[in-house]
């Protein structure tokens, strides 16, 4: 158990749709990182928050979007769901910026139909 | 364009032999390198991570190298074990000031088999 939690483990929804994913990081670490894997992409960097802000982005399509809350939680929003959106989406924290070592959730698996 | 890349999709190694998992990359502004394991249906569990400082780093049965000329990286596992069996991702950060770290590229993986 990495400490980061992720909700839903599962979704099915469908084309044009709007989901969001929800990840608490791990005890005190203060950045989360969303990452995708898909079966022909791999795992793919996403976006970066680090307490609140965003610090780094990735190749995130401009219908995602994400935030950190206060309480460091975070959120990926997902909306105009195509076909090829699904994927596992996982949620990552780590104490600082450094990445030095990133703790991965168990992911939140999409599929949109 | 495949920035790191780890070109054996898979490998089969007998118990208590070495497992050795190679990786490469292409981008000299990458400076921190990570192994990565996964089971299905889990998140990705860090292993072990090397600075571009290094050129080898250990811990336990798990020892990372680092080729910089050769923009080549490699993880051994020594002694192998039934339940190293898993797929391993490589990953790269750094570059741009700092601010890319976290922004982790990883490889499209090796799949690990150790038979008993």
């Known amino acids: 158990d990495s400490g980061v939690t992720q909700t839903p483990k599962h979704l099915i929804t469908a084309t044009g749709q709007r989901v969001t994913l929800r990840c608490s990081p791990r005890s005190g670490d203060l950045s989360v990182y969303w990452y995708q894997q898909s079966l022909d992409q791999g795992l793919q960097f996403l976006i970066q928050y680090y307490n609140g802000e965003e610090r780094a982005k990735g190749n995130i399509l401009e219908r995602f979007s994400a935030q950190q809350f206060p309480d460091l939680h975070s959120e990926l929003n997902l909306s105009s769901l195509e076909l090829g959106d699904s994927a596992l989406y996982f949620c990552?924290?780590?104490?600082?910026?450094?990445?030095?070592?990133?703790?991965f959730g168990e992911g939140s698996w999409l599929t949109v139909v | 364009d495949q920035q790191v890349k780890q070109n054996s999709p898979s490998l089969s190694v007998q118990e208590g032999r070495i497992s050795i998992l190679n990786c490469d990359y292409t981008n000299s502004m990458f400076d921190y390198f990570l192994w990565y394991k996964k089971y299905p249906a889990e998140g990705p569990t860090f292993l072990i991570s090397i600075s571009s400082i290094k050129d080898k780093n250990e811990d336990g049965r798990f020892t990372v190298f680092l080729n910089k000329s050769a923009k080549h990286l490699s993880l051994h596992i020594v002694p192998s074990q039934p339940g190293d069996s898993a797929v391993y991702f490589c990953a790269a950060s750094g570059g741009a000031g700092g601010t890319s770290y976290g922004k982790l590229t990883f490889g499209q993986g090796t799949i690990l088999t150790v038979h008993p």
């Open positions: 990552a924290s780590s104490f600082d910026l450094s990445g030095n070592t990133i703790y």
